[in-house]
């Protein structure tokens, strides 16, 4: 359910270059401080209209090769059709993204052919990207009419037809901001939009509809049901794009900073744009700096915590020594984990022993909290909430609050095993790697909090997060949007890092005997501990051996 603000309470992807599209980013910054852009190229897809004399299944062609043009409304595309047509045809309500060679074009007709495409993926309203639920094909009809001797097409899906290597040239994505429940955290909800021109628009109709629906119950928003764009349009005048509003009522200073702020951070991705002026209601709004203002990409320590059997604590930069965290390590060296997560402040650890998942604090702090057989890594948050479950009991989720009490969770995903589960350092999504059957699965998930911080429950919805090859091994996230995967294939292991929001992954051959990832806060953070002990990361192609005698690499939460 999307949640409002009440009135007393007090951005991009790592850049990418796809073909002639770019995709603008920027890296992790501390609470509070503004996220920043680098320049991109940002070019478009230029598409040519019908030349005369074309067939059916030339103008079919060129049509849908012209909607990958979003300039002034697809005008170009519109050529393809008649003008009755051209006039009902709705570009934006979504997208079908396919694999080229398997296009299958058959006439059903003197006047009709249909298009027979295998979906990768698809846009949904606001540019939500979803996985493909399977590889069967789709059919797609069109029909034609002649327009002064000239074949044009009369009826068509809504929607456009772009196979999977110009979708990242047609679409990039922007990250529309929302609001952990606290107000502590802004969380990412990754969309994609076509075109230039009216991007800044698009976003903001977006964020105003609210959250993605697997995200929704996990976070909040500033802006009121019902609030709208005065004129459906945001102008963009000396880069400052201009946000009037109405059925938004200015209850609070607070609430008014927040939507100031959601703005902001959503449309700093958008070329041109450099500052937002807000009008409620027909009244512009202050400047004014937010005072607590939400963090943005939370970091966590740059120094990965390892154990090698003697020491417990931050690896250094030459791999060499292990220095040990102060009234932490003593304590977790006796118990000999097999896996850890270090919470916020690198006060407690949460360890998988050969008892169980065991907390430890500072001092004479040590639970045993979960004493059930066969665990993964339990995962730990920002809240100091501990989250274990059996490998081969996906279902059986548990979570211990701080006080050790336990709440076991419903879970949305099914499968057969669960590899590993980590939580976003912005407390409001949790990623699991899970192998159902023959088949691997990476799914995000929601997190509904009390007023404690403790969960009470998981959304309803997952997000499928990408078609993982081979056996799952470890996962962990690498930014505010961005997590990575290894998996056990014939050849070795294979590393995918994917946006949440999808569109954007890369999968590249792992170490041979890799056994465990290693997060931080970019991609050149990635780690890969082997089966031998060696921690390794990224170099080029391939990957460098960072240090030797490694048994553990511990998942970390920001300080």
């Known amino acids: 359910m999307r949640r409002r603000i009440a009135a007393a309470s007090i951005a991009i992807i790592a850049a990418l270059l796809a073909g002639c599209a770019s995709i603008p980013s920027s890296g992790g910054v501390h609470r509070g401080e503004p996220r920043t852009q680098p320049e991109t190229l940002d070019l478009e897809l230029l598409a040519s209209g019908p030349t005369g004399g074309e067939t059916q299944e030339e103008i079919l062609r060129g049509f849908i090769d012209a909607a990958t043009d979003a300039r002034n409304n697809y005008e170009i595309a519109r050529e393809f059709l008649t003008p009755a047509f051209s ?3 709705r ?25 027979e495409v295998v979906p990768t993926a698809s846009l949904g309203p606001n540019g939500r990207y979803a ?20 074949w044009r097409i009369s009826g068509a899906p809504d929607g456009i037809l772009i196979d999977s290597s110009n979708f990242t040239r047609a679409f990039r994505a922007h990250a529309l901001t929302f609001l952990d429940p606290t107000e502590r955290w802004a969380v990412p909800d990754v969309r994609w939009f076509a075109g230039r021109d009216t991007v800044q628009t698009k976003i903001v109709r977006a964020l105003l509809a609210g959250p993605a629906e697997w995200l929704d119950p996990g976070v909040t928003t500033a802006f009121p049901d019902g609030a709208r764009l005065e004129a459906d349009a945001v102008p963009v005048t000396n880069t400052t794009a201009g946000v009037d509003l ?6 609070d200073a607070r609430t008014v900073q927040l939507m100031r702020f959601q703005l902001e951070e959503s449309l700093r991705g958008v070329r041109g744009v450099g500052d937002v002026r807000l009008s409620l209601n027909g009244v ?16 966590v320590p740059a120094r990965p915590v390892v154990f090698d059997g003697e020491a417990f604590g931050h690896l250094s930069a030459s791999g060499e020594t292990v220095t040990p965290i102060e009234g932490l390590s003593e304590r977790v060296v006796p118990l ?12 407690q650890a949460a360890l998988r022993t050969a008892d169980g998942v065991v907390l430890v604090g500072p001092g004479d702090d040590q639970v045993l909290l979960d004493p059930r057989g066969d665990l993964i890594v339990p995962a730990i948050d920002g809240y100091g909430v501990v989250w274990s479950v059996p490998r081969s009991s996906p279902d059986q989720l548990t979570v211990y609050a701080p006080d050790g009490t336990p709440v076991q969770l419903a879970v949305p995903w099914t499968g057969t095993a669960i590899a590993a589960l980590q939580v976003s350092r912005d407390t409001t999504r949790v990623v699991a790697l899970l192998a159902d059957g023959a088949r691997t699965r990476f799914v995000a998930a929601s997190v509904v909090r009390d007023g404690d911080g403790v969960p009470v429950e998981l959304g309803k919805v997952t997000l499928e997060l990408a078609d993982v090859d081979g056996v799952p091994l470890d996962i962990a996230w690498l930014d505010d949007r961005t997590v990575a995967s290894l998996t056990s294939v014939s050849d070795g292991t294979r590393v995918l890092t994917q946006t949440i929001g999808g569109g954007l992954d890369s999968t590249r051959p792992g170490p041979v005997d890799g056994a465990e990832l290693g997060g931080g806060n970019s ?12 921690l390794e990361t990224r170099s080029g192609l391939g990957w460098q051996v960072q240090a030797s005698g490694i048994l553990l690499i511990a998942a970390q939460q920001p300080d």
């Open 87 to 89: 006039a009902e045809w």
């Open 91 to 115: 570009a934006d309500e979504s997208a079908t993204i396919d694999q080229f060679s398997a296009r299958d074009y058959e006439a059903t007709g003197p006047q009709a052919i249909r298009l």
């Open 131 to 150: 996985i493909a639920p399977s590889t069967a094909q789709i059919p797609l009809d069109y029909s034609f009419e002649q327009v002064e001797g000239e």
């Open 246 to 251: 109405v059925d938004a009522p200015a209850e």
């Open 284 to 299: 512009e709004q202050g400047s004014d700096e937010i005072p607590n203002e939400p963090g943005v990409d939370p970091l």
């Open 336 to 347: 000999a984990p097999s896996g850890a997560s270090v919470g916020p402040g690198a006060e």
């Open 523 to 534: 991609l050149g953070d990635l780690r890969v501990r082997t089966a031998s002990g060696d």
